[in-house]
């Protein structure tokens, strides 16, 4: 038994010897006199050897003397049962030093592995921006008036068009449905880079939501990923929205849980006002067998209740309506008789409390957002205040400040970089983001138009960084920073910042990708500047910087 304590202990000191945390591998670094440490250290192996084989005599003879006292004072059966835990004690030894042995060989490759992928990553994102000459004012301005501007100079006629369209087709809505059983629709609402006055990518899709509500006596009670103690990664940013009676509580009343008996009367729900069973609680375009409303169900209503109020008021119009995509609720497009066409969307919404966040049914995801796992989860908007906000804080810049010059180049020349290079995962929205969170941290008088330049090369510098560190958190959710002007829920303040950057971390392969396109496009910005500055045709003398009003 001595023996065999001994060489558990001998396998545990060991161990501890090779532990990758005690001495870890990744250190490739070679000290000054190296040589000699390689010596002194092959003969402490040495002598470590020698005393292994001198501790291996001791315990074979103490093994030798346990044995003959054993034979002479235990019988010959308890001769036969002592091997045994000898035996086990060997095995058990064994098998714990190999288990050791081949998790220290896994952590050590898999560490060295993860490192060398990583600083590759990052050596070609420390190449990136360095050496990359961006044009100066003069090459810049021409630019900005000859593409940018003279591109998107029928963005107010455009918004204009729309909106009153849109209302007529909501209004339209709202006569062909059954005020009793169907949804409420509300006004739409502007949100977006076109009611931003930033987009420059054609076509000019305008971007309205529809908030709606559900027939009395309901309501649509909703909770957040915020609202749980612990939530997967892939659920931040989304929430349900359960539909229940005006009033119950948010548990539900106790009378649909309990036995009340025969004499026994609920004073909040009369046996004439029920609680709808599960066939009409689909009519309100929940899930089957539940309360949470179901976005595909939002999604069908939506459309047929479009198709019927076109079906109204189309004889007013001389152009036709269609369904631009399919798999959008709301992505309409006008076709005129003269073949031009006008694209927008138009997206149901549902409030979020008392707020102007909303859960959206439907929007566009980029190639690494993956659909959500039910139909009963729905993302959470902010376009509401991030309008807002671009909009308060632009009467703090000096006049003709140069934040949404900045954010309408950078966008323009990664479009046309991917129209050359295949899609990226880098979206308009990351964009944004960026520019909204240079605008907090930058004093605002930096912004002002003849530092362009300047604030150009920050904007390129924080995306790198972001990329760099696949890290961009949503400027809203965990920013305690938020003005206060803008009204925004404390509980999105408080809650756990969302990167962004997220699935870079799991699809390599993508962003990869992306930091090539990025790469490219800081090498070529030069020329992609020059060229369509020469091509495009003037429009007219106009201001560099002159904005519409928001």
């Known amino acids: 038994m001595p023996a065999g304590i001994f060489r558990v202990c001998l396998v545990v000191i060991t161990a501890i010897v090779n532990h990758p945390l005690l001495f870890p591998k990744e250190n490739a670094t070679v000290p000054e006199y190296a040589e000699d440490i390689i010596q002194k250290m092959k003969a402490h192996e040495e002598n470590l050897r020698l005393e292994q084989l001198r501790l291996e005599q001791e315990i074979a003879g103490q093994e030798a003397v346990l044995k003959a006292l054993e034979k002479a004072m235990e019988t010959e059966e308890q001769n036969v049962k002592e091997p045994l835990p000898w035996d086990l004690w060997s095995a058990m030894s064994m098998v714990i030093f190999l288990l050791i042995e081949l998790w220290r060989q896994d952590y050590q490759d898999g560490n060295w592995q993860e490192s060398a992928c990583e600083e590759d990553d990052m050596a070609i994102l420390g190449k990136a921006f360095k050496g990359v000459a961006l044009p100066d004012k003069a090459a810049l301005a021409n630019f900005y008036e000859r593409c940018i501007v003279g591109a998107t100079g029928d963005m107010a006629r455009k918004r204009e068009l729309v909106e009153g369209f849109a209302d007529d087709l909501l209004e339209a809505l709202r006569s062909v449905c059954n005020r009793d059983a169907d949804m409420e629709v509300e006004e739409c609402i502007g949100v977006g880079s076109m009611y931003e006055n930033w987009r420059v990518h054609k076509p000019l899709v305008c971007d309205l939501i529809v908030p709606f509500r559900p027939p009395e006596p309901y309501c649509f009670r909703s909770q957040t990923?915020?609202?749980?103690?612990?939530?997967?990664?892939?659920?931040?940013?989304?929430?349900?929205?359960?539909?229940?009676?005006?009033?119950?509580?948010?548990?539900?009343?106790?009378?649909?849980?309990?036995?009340?008996?025969?004499?026994?009367?609920?004073?909040?729900?009369?046996?004439?006002?029920?609680?709808?069973?599960?066939?009409?609680?689909?009519?309100?375009?929940?899930?089957?067998?539940?309360?949470?409303?179901?976005?595909?169900?939002?999604?069908?209503?939506?459309?047929?209740?479009?198709?019927?109020?076109?079906?109204?008021?189309?004889?007013?119009?001389?152009?036709?309506?269609?369904?631009?995509?399919?798999?959008?609720?709301?992505?309409?497009?006008?076709?005129?008789?003269?073949?031009?066409?006008?694209?927008?969307?138009?997206?149901?919404?549902?409030?979020?409390?008392?707020?102007?966040?909303?859960?959206?049914?439907?929007?566009?995801?980029?190639?690494?957002?993956?659909?959500?796992?039910?139909?009963?989860?729905?993302?959470?908007?902010?376009?509401?205040?991030?309008?807002?906000?671009?909009?308060?804080?632009?009467?703090?810049?000096?006049?003709?400040?140069?934040?949404?010059?900045?954010?309408?180049?950078?966008?323009?020349?990664?479009?046309?970089?991917?129209?050359?290079?295949?899609?990226?995962?880098?979206?308009?929205?990351?964009?944004?983001?960026?520019?909204?969170?240079?605008?907090?941290?930058?004093?605002?008088?930096?912004?002002?138009?003849?530092?362009?330049?300047?604030?150009?090369?920050?904007?390129?510098?924080?995306?790198?960084?972001s990329l760099q560190e696949k890290k961009l958190c949503h400027f809203f959710i965990g920013n305690r920073k938020v003005p206060e002007v803008l009204n925004f829920p404390v509980v999105f303040q408080k809650a756990e910042p969302l990167n962004l950057f997220r699935p870079f971390v799991l699809h390599r392969d993508a962003y990869r990708k992306t930091v090539d396109t990025f790469h490219e496009m800081l090498r070529n910005t030069s020329a992609l500047i020059n060229e369509y500055t020469v091509h495009i045709p003037s429009v007219g003398h106009t201001n560099m910087l002159h904005k519409e009003p928001l």
């Open 225 to 465: 990923w915020c609202s749980r103690e612990s939530v997967r990664p892939d659920k931040q940013g989304y929430g349900t929205i359960k539909v229940c009676r005006a009033d119950e509580d948010a548990a539900g009343c106790i009378c649909g849980r309990t036995k009340l008996g025969e004499d026994m009367l609920c004073l909040l729900h009369s046996q004439t006002n029920q609680t709808r069973p599960s066939g009409e609680m689909e009519d309100l375009l929940c899930f089957k067998n539940t309360q949470y409303l179901d976005a595909d169900q939002v999604m069908k209503w939506f459309q047929i209740a479009i198709t019927k109020s076109w079906n109204k008021i189309s004889h007013k119009y001389e152009f036709d309506l269609t369904f631009n995509l399919l798999d959008s609720p709301g992505a309409l497009k006008i076709k005129f008789r003269s073949g031009k066409s006008i694209a927008f969307n138009l997206t149901p919404v549902v409030q979020c409390e008392d707020s102007d966040a909303y859960f959206i049914s439907h929007f566009p995801r980029s190639s690494l957002t993956a659909d959500p796992a039910s139909s009963t989860d729905w993302f959470v908007t902010f376009a509401v205040y991030e309008r807002r906000f671009i909009h308060s804080i632009s009467k703090k810049l000096p006049a003709n400040a140069c934040h949404l010059s900045c954010l309408q180049i950078v966008s323009f020349l990664h479009g046309k970089q991917c129209s050359l290079t295949g899609p990226s995962s880098l979206t308009s929205y990351h964009l944004k983001t960026v520019m909204m969170h240079l605008l907090q941290t930058q004093p605002y008088q930096d912004w002002a138009s003849e530092n362009l330049e300047a604030r150009l090369q920050d904007m390129l510098k924080f995306l790198e960084k």
